[in-house]
């Protein structure tokens, strides 16, 4: 059964909470937006820190995950199917993305860059979609 201890549309989990509240990252403002849209997303995710940042698992199993300090500044949402290689994970991508948001790292693994602002509002409406259709391919 999958894990449920965060759902979809409800607050957060109190750890991912403490540490926004503690987070110094010139993007706060926008990391926050980018996860209630992930919270309100409607999928049953389990939110905690990993990786010094905020993830979120489905089943047990890492699905997102920001990555808050990258080399090219802003921030990044990482798409992938889990910390370990999926059986058959190959070349070819796990979806088709109409959305021109995901930068792939492999087949299995893809990245949403937000460089400001005017980066995240430009993307939000594209976000939920893209994430509901990962989520409904890598279960």
């Given at each position: 059964?999958?894990?449920?201890?965060?759902?979809?549309?409800?607050?957060?989990?109190?750890?991912?909470?403490?540490?926004?509240?503690?987070?110094?990252?010139?993007?706060?403002?926008e990391i926050?937006?980018?996860?209630?849209?992930?919270?309100?997303?409607?999928?049953?995710?389990?939110?905690?820190?990993?990786?010094?940042?905020?993830?979120?698992?489905?089943?047990?199993?890492?699905?997102?995950?920001?990555?808050?300090?990258?080399?090219r500044g802003?921030?990044?949402?990482?798409?992938?199917?889990g910390a370990?290689?999926?059986?058959?994970?190959?070349?070819?991508?796990?979806?088709?993305?109409?959305?021109?948001?995901?930068?792939?790292?492999?087949?299995?693994?893809?990245?949403?860059?937000?460089?400001?602002?005017?980066?995240?509002?430009?993307?939000?409406?594209?976000?939920?979609?893209?994430?509901?259709?990962?989520?409904?391919?890598?279960?």
């Amino acid at each position: 059964m999958a894990e449920m201890d965060t759902f979809a549309g409800l607050p957060g989990s109190p750890e991912v909470d403490e540490y926004m509240s503690k987070l110094e990252h010139p993007l706060k403002r926008e990391i926050a937006e980018v996860r209630t849209l992930i919270l309100n997303a409607g999928i049953p995710l389990t939110e905690l820190i990993k990786w010094n940042a905020p993830n979120y698992r489905y089943d047990g199993e890492d699905r997102l995950t920001f990555n808050l300090h990258g080399k090219r500044g802003g921030f990044r949402l990482v798409f992938h199917c889990g910390a370990k290689v999926r059986t058959g994970a190959g070349k070819a991508r796990l979806i088709e993305d109409g959305t021109g948001l995901l930068e792939w790292a492999s087949g299995d693994r893809a990245i949403v860059q937000f460089n400001d602002a005017n980066d995240v509002q430009a993307k939000k409406e594209r976000l939920v979609p893209l994430i509901r259709k990962w989520m409904e391919a890598a279960i």
